[in-house]
């Protein structure tokens, strides 16, 4: 595994500074956005697209520093109702054509949220009662969302190019039984882009979930989020306070290590090996308290300490078993041993 960058924090420089500032804190790679909610400070994708020369240099500085590009993302609603989902569709889009154009095998986005029949706004279902509540997200599901991204899915696998839904708050696709329903009904071509924050505001375990959605983490983002229980007590989680007024909140984003232990993150780490995953820890750095550099240092430093680097090379044969198998017959019972042989 390797420490990459979410560059959105660094949205105040430009694409030398970010070079340069990611050079100095030692990361590996580095994920740009393409627009959308993100706005695309350092990739321009209708630029990027068009323009082989800039498209060519930009890259050129990319690599001249040593940096491997992990992913492009393009967070936004392509299936809200009206002109905003069509923008955000187009933009997801060309988000998958300019992935495929630098043989960037992953794009990080949002399932989105659909409206409801007649609706001009997203509609976030997520209690079974009243009654139309449960027939409105069927409608949903499958009017809106499967259709789309069966699509768009279909589309991004022909370019070579692997869907991370991130795992959000008001969007349809936001925990485990929702990824593998979209994967089973839309297209296996879309996975999750797992940021254990999410997850653990909304009530989820990060661990057990990466353990059942299995391969189906396609990329992961490092964040941690604190819960205030005063807070929580008056509010609950579902916290529409904005973010500035931490105070006030539920919940706030954090750095790893001021939301939840060394200990913790530990066990995440190794929940995501023992599914296979090996490829970057992203850095999506959204701490309110802490500033961009010395946020994104604290955090570096906390993974360094914890990052398993090393592949695995090492495994229990079947050989080495019968060893062991031999040694432990040796200190019980003769009539237990031939039962044991017996099997």
Not at 7 to 20: E, I, N, P, R, S
């Amino acid at each position: 595994m390797e420490i990459g960058l979410v560059t959105d924090v660094f949205a105040d420089k430009d694409l030398d500074g970010l070079l340069k500032t990611c050079t100095d804190l030692r990361l590996k790679q580095l994920e740009f956005s393409c627009g959308n909610y993100t706005g695309g400070k350092f990739f321009n994708v209708d630029k990027m697209l068009n323009d082989s020369t800039h498209r060519d240099e930009i890259i050129t500085k990319i690599k001249d520093h040593n940096f491997k590009i992990s992913a492009l993302s393009c967070h936004g609603n392509p299936i809200a109702p009206g002109p905003y989902g069509k923008q955000h569709d187009e933009i997801t889009r060309k988000t998958i054509k300019l992935a495929s154009v630098l043989k960037i095998d992953k794009i990080i986005c949002l399932s989105g949220c659909a409206g409801g029949p007649g609706d001009s706004n997203p509609n976030w279902i997520v209690t079974a009662w009243p009654p139309e509540k449960g027939k409105i997200l069927e409608w949903q599901w499958n009017e809106v969302l499967v259709p789309y991204w069966k699509d768009v899915a279909n589309y991004a696998e022909n370019l070579g190019v692997k869907i991370c839904f991130e795992l959000h708050g008001g969007d349809m696709v936001y925990n485990v039984p929702t990824t593998h329903r979209i994967r089973d009904q839309a297209s296996k071509n879309i996975g999750a882009n797992f940021d254990p924050s999410h997850l653990i505001w909304m009530g989820g375990d990060p661990v057990q979930m990466v353990k059942n959605l299995g391969e189906a983490v396609f990329y992961v983002h490092i964040k941690d989020v604190k819960i205030d229980p005063v807070q929580k007590s008056l509010n609950t989680l579902l916290d529409t306070t904005w973010f500035a007024d931490v105070n006030g909140r539920s919940w706030n984003f954090c750095i790893p290590g001021h939301g939840h232990d060394e200990r913790w993150w530990s066990e995440f780490l190794l929940a995501l090996r023992s599914i296979g995953y090996e490829d970057v820890l992203s850095i999506e750095h959204e701490d309110c308290s802490l500033g961009r550099q010395e946020g994104m240092r604290l955090t570096i430093e906390f993974l360094e300490r914890i990052l398993i680097n090393e592949t695995v090379d090492y495994e229990w044969s079947k050989e080495k078993i019968n060893q062991l198998l031999e040694l432990w017959k040796k200190g019980i019972p003769e009539e237990e041993v031939s039962k044991i042989d017996k099997q």
